[in-house]
């Protein structure tokens, strides 16, 4: 069975990091695109981040260009979305989830073309 395990959420002051991981089990993200998505209640889900892993090129929302970093350990099939200068309006639960091969970049971040999602993880940034 195919599996994407999202962990590293919890709970944060404002200004603080957190580090996000989504191991794969069943599946190689090879080929794949990986992004990091986001709810909060009464909101659409947005994705917030992205990495096509074949050049390992990188994909950002304008609400964390510059504070978020995603990357790829190939040995440990392994994403990371790592947050710093987290604020209160992160607060949400975190998916990660696979987009796969041909669809152009442009719509990494769409949740439209998801494949694949895992179990969300809760981020909660405190003022």
Known sequence: EVQLQASGGGLVQAGGSLRLACVASGLTFDGYSVGWFREVPGKEREGVSAIRISDTSTYYSDSVKGR?????????NTAFLQMNSLEPDDTAVYYCATIPPGYYSGTYLSPAFVERWGQGTQVTVSS
């Open 68 to 76: 978020f970093t995603i990357s790829f350990n190939n040995a440990k």
